[in-house]
């Protein structure tokens, strides 16, 4: 009975052996669902008359642990058979590179290796006995930009991009196997995040009106106005690509077929607001200096802490003669001292004298137009309906809706000054008609503005730009416009 239960086992695994010849093939990837997770030894059904069996040690999450359970849906690589089942690996290391990287070429099979070196262009990339090349583009994720000492001396799985067994010519990259696990993770996220989370994330592109921020597997746009409580801030000296900040998620919808995932962020509401501490900070009749940072014809702004300003009125500068400007009592820069007369919290408003107060001196109320103006004051990135107020050869000046005229350059018209024509120019857009524009910088009285498909197109090409000769940037994540369309301004 023994041998004839020895030869029907033998029978069996020779039939097991025979059917996955003919259907798996030495490096060829194949999936299947884990069936059971031993000490050693991960089993996974693919389907066929015999289990695979990986090394629980291929799911190491680095932190002790393993990340594999029953029911999880594997992809690895045949590396060949033996009585207990097929043998598959996540990746192939060691001297098994040496003799298989034309495999892991042809099946797209990832490899481990060691990166030695910085030289012209990338990195030295040790694979077993072969040394490989990885280029800048594809040591990590884009927007990532890390000191290369960060790199040297450390093991990674790079995905072979180019092989000449005749040239010895080995060329590495980590961004599709990156880009993989970015997908896996925005499948994780479709099911958690919500409007209102807040969590980490890592600045891969800044624009002139914003940010990309990474939150694990997707991007999300942080509008300029929703990165710091200050106002008119420069992006590119408050933030840095690779730099971790908190987020909080203000809007999400999640694409389908060729439509863009579209995630608004905000950096300043994930952190404290500073108007929540204004009235007990600066309570009526605080004396303290602040710095004047801008000027009207109504009066000026003061400074009293970053992102925190007071308005003086004109009255209220510490002169007693009549003054037609305050440009006739202060200038911006000036150091002064202030008396604060009221701070409403809800309007965000702080109203402040210079030097002492007359005698039962109250704020004064400002007219309407006053009042637009202190509130609509011209930000970067604001889409608002202007009207053409003069016509130039080089471009409009378009009245805004709070008084102020910005140049809507004729580059920002049609992407090339060359093909228009002033008079097709002035024939397009003819004086005090209207058009929807976008504010691409404030710099003091100077105002550019750009049209708003001119913006998603320069937002698309962005998107797609190429990292190498061989690659394409990750995925384009919706338009400048369909993300404005969630943040109220």
């Not at 089942?85 to 001297?95: N, V």
């Amino acid at each position: 009975m023994e041998e004839q239960n020895g030869s029907s086992d033998f029978g069996a695994l020779f039939e097991a052996h025979k059917n996955l010849k003919t259907t798996i093939r030495t490096g060829e990837k194949v999936s299947g669902n884990v069936i059971m997770v031993g000490k050693s030894t991960v089993f996974v059904d693919l389907g066929a008359r015999t289990d695979g069996i990986i090394d629980i040690l291929d799911f190491a999450d680095g932190k002790g642990g393993f990340d594999v359970k029953v029911g999880d849906k594997v992809e690895a690589y045949c590396m060949g058979w033996s009585n207990e089942g097929i043998k598959l690996q996540m990746k192939m290391s060691g001297d098994q590179v040496d003799s298989s990287i034309s495999d892991a070429y042809t099946a797209k099979m990832p490899l481990e290796g060691k990166v030695l070196n910085e030289r012209k262009g990338g990195y030295t990339i040790q694979v077993g006995t072969t040394e490989a090349f990885c280029p800048f583009s594809g040591i990590d994720v884009r927007g990532v930009k890390k000191d290369p000492a960060e790199y040297i001396g450390k093991k990674f799985l790079f995905r072979v991009t180019e092989y000449s067994e005749e040239e010895h010519n080995v060329v590495l990259s980590r961004r599709p196997i990156l880009d993989a696990e970015m997908e896996k993770d925005r499948e994780k996220l479709k099911e958690t995040l919500q409007e209102g989370d807040e969590l980490e994330g890592t600045v891969t592109k800044i624009m002139p009106f914003g940010a990309f921020v990474n939150i694990g597997g997707v991007e999300g746009m942080v509008h300029i106005s929703e990165i710091s409580w200050n106002r008119g801030i420069d992006v590119n000296e408050y933030l840095k690509e690779g730099q971790i900040v908190p987020v909080k998620v203000l809007s999400v919808e999640w694409g389908e077929g060729d439509k863009r995932d579209r995630i608004a962020l905000s950096i300043k509401q994930a952190e404290e607001d500073p108007w929540d501490a204004i009235p007990t900070r600066y309570p009526e009749g605080t004396k303290m200096k602040g710095r004047v940072t801008n000027i009207a014809d109504f009066g000026c702004f003061i400074e009293l802490e970053p992102g925190i300003e007071g308005l003086a009125h004109i009255s209220q500068l510490g002169t007693d003669k009549h003054i037609n400007h305050p440009s006739e009592v202060v200038k911006e820069g000036d150091e002064v001292d202030i008396t604060v007369l009221a701070v409403e919290k809800e309007r965000r408003r702080i109203s402040l004298c210079i030097g002492e107060p007359k005698k039962n001196e109250k704020p004064v109320e400002l007219n309407p137009e006053q009042e637009k103006q202190v509130i609509t004051s011209a930000v970067a990135g604001q889409t608002l309906e202007g009207e053409v107020e003069q016509q130039k050869i080089y471009g409009l000046f378009i009245k805004l809706p709070n008084g102020q005229t910005g140049l809507l350059h004729v580059s920002q018209i049609d992407g090339d000054q060359d093909r228009m024509s002033p008079r097709q120019l002035y024939k397009k857009y003819p004086l005090h008609s209207k058009i929807k524009v976008v504010i691409r910088e404030v710099n003091g009285d100077r105002i550019s503005l750009t049209l708003p498909e001119m913006l998603e197109k320069e937002m698309a090409e962005e998107r797609n730009e190429p990292l190498d000769v061989k690659d394409k940037a990750g995925k384009t994540f919706g338009s400048f416009g369909d993300l404005l369309d969630n943040l109220k301004l």
